[in-house]
């Protein structure tokens, strides 16, 4: 009988086998298809800002809005999921970021597209980018972390891609005709979350596809209603809705942590602080190309160098910061790659030549790298894994808002100049006083730790407590899948 229930097991949850390389093979392509999208709009930034007669600011809100919806959608892609399950949030994601792009090939004012490119494309690649990563949890344990790895690979291949089709597809067609071939190919994740099929446990309910999660609140709130309407204390059904609420806060975004954990606090300041100037090459770095005489083709093809390299750079830097050397120090590494990234910038100041813009490309691809590569790997050594998901949700939730932001008050600083060469200054000087901050700040807060409690860090995993100031056992990673992990597209 213990034979037969394994292989009834074995049959009922594919983890690691068979289907689940063909879910990771749709995650790579969602990957591709969403958060590869926004290096592409830097190719129409020039056409739309005649097409509208819009300043450099007015058209920049249009990638803002899109990345920050992309990056700060991740709560509500979490309940979502939790609801409706992991297919059902992808397919979603998939009709929207579709019928976005349709639209915005209608548009008749730049406002226009603020709501269906930047909104609602936004939103969709967010549902549809989330949820796909998330299954990934279900689909493996044991590869769990390898498929994470291979899936990121998406990321760089839309990077490389997207620009080069782009630029191909406004030459023939203009940039409305070539936004509804869009909207045809980003329905494609469409059919990616229909690969994307629930796990079944050995009792045969879906794995992903949970029914809602009742919170104590909530099940007080239904023993409370359940009473009749005629409570003699209303009073007490609002103070359960209330607690309620701040418990889903607590759940998705943990602001305790981040008044508790000093290390998380530095992190999320620093991090926070970094994006202000890390998506303005992204945004800025082919208008400025064409500006200054580059051939828009090759001004196309600088953003698929980036993502090129990005290729294979990523995965050997995370191999890298994986061995024993930069245990407990990965911090650091962190801080040399968003050094490296700010000084990058003044290549582009130096000189706008074709050559030397190459050359940019190579050096900030490398960096960009190093920081997508370690990113989450320091949040890890910050933050207890149990509390993992809840920090992880606000920290893309405040880093959305700078993405948000960034781009349109540097496209403002170009209008009153009219000198581009501010984006790369302004860009230099979020990253190196970010690097310099995170870096010299736990450096401080380390040697903080040592003098207070010099025996109290475990010799196990010394990484795990390095800069926390409460330790917790880790949860085994085979224990169960995540609800929901946000990544960013950094």
């Known amino acids: 009988m213990s034979q037969g229930g394994a292989a009834a097991r074995e049959a009922a949850m594919p983890q690691d086998r068979g289907w689940a ?46 990345v920050a919806v992309l990056h700060g959608g991740g709560p509500l892609c979490s309940i979502l999921v939790k609801r409706f399950g992991c297919r059902f949030a992808v397919m979603l994601g998939g009709l929207l970021s579709s019928v976005g792009m349709v639209s915005s090939s209608f548009c008749n004012s730049i406002s ?3 709501l269906t490119a930047g909104l609602i494309t936004g939103l969709g690649s967010c549902f549809s980018f989330q949820a796909g990563l998330t299954v990934l949890g279900y689909y493996f344990v044991r590869w769990r972390t390898l498929a994470n790895a291979m899936a990121s690979t998406g990321v760089s291949l839309g990077f490389m891609l997207w620009p080069l089709l782009s630029q191909y597809l406004l030459d023939e067609m203009g940039w409305r005709n070539t936004f509804l071939i869009f909207g045809g190919i980003l329905l494609n994740c469409c059919v990616c979350g229909a690969i994307m099929r629930p796990v079944q446990l050995a009792s045969g309910s879906p794995l992903q596809s949970p029914k809602p999660a009742e919170e104590p609140g909530r099940r007080a709130e239904g023993a409370q209603l359940s009473n009749g309407a005629s409570s003699p204390h209303p009073e007490l059904q609002q103070q359960t809705r209330r607690t309620a609420c701040f418990q889903m806060l607590q759940k998705y975004l943990a602001f305790d942590i981040f ?46 160098v980036i993502g090129f390299i990005n290729i294979f750079i990523r995965p050997l830097t995370g191999l890298l910061s994986g061995h024993r050397v930069f245990t407990g120090r990965r911090i650091y590494l962190f801080s040399l790659a968003v050094l490296l990234c700010g000084l990058s910038n003044f290549i582009c100041v130096i000189s706008a030549e074709f050559s030397v813009l190459i050359i940019y490309c190579v050096i900030l691809s490398i960096a960009m790298s190093g920081i997508g590569a370690l990113i989450f790997q320091v949040l890890m050594d910050v933050v207890e894994m149990d509390r993992f998901s809840s920090a992880l949700g606000l920290f893309t939730v405040l880093e959305s808002i700078m993405l948000l932001i960034g781009p349109p008050l540097t496209g403002l600083l170009v209008d009153i100049t009219s000198d581009f060469h501010y984006v790369f200054y302004n860009s230099s000087f979020f990253l190196i006083s970010a690097a310099l901050f995170m870096g010299l700040s736990f450096c401080a807060l380390e040697k903080k730790n040592k003098l207070k409690e010099p025996s109290k860090v475990p010799v196990d995993n010394p990484s795990r ?8 056992e880790p949860q085994s990673e085979s224990q169960s899948p995540p609800a929901v992990m946000y990544v960013t597209s950094i």
């Open 112 to 114: 226009q597209l603020y």
């Open 259 to 304: 008044c508790q954990n000093k290390g998380y606090q530095i992190y999320t300041i620093g991090v926070t602080w970094m994006v202000m100037g890390f998506a303005l090459p992204h945004v800025y770095l082919v208008p400025y190309a064409i500006q200054n005489g580059v051939e828009e083709r090759r001004a196309a093809l600088l953003i698929s």
């Open 465 to 472: 407590y390095q800069y926390s100031e409460t330790a917790t």
């Open 21 to 66: 390389w063909m879910v990771l093979l749709a995650a790579v392509l969602l990957q591709g298809l969403t958060l590869g999208f926004p290096s592409c709009i830097g190719v129409f930034f020039t056409d739309l800002q005649h097409e509208f007669q819009a300043s450099n600011s007015e058209t920049s809100w249009f990638p803002s809005i899109m």
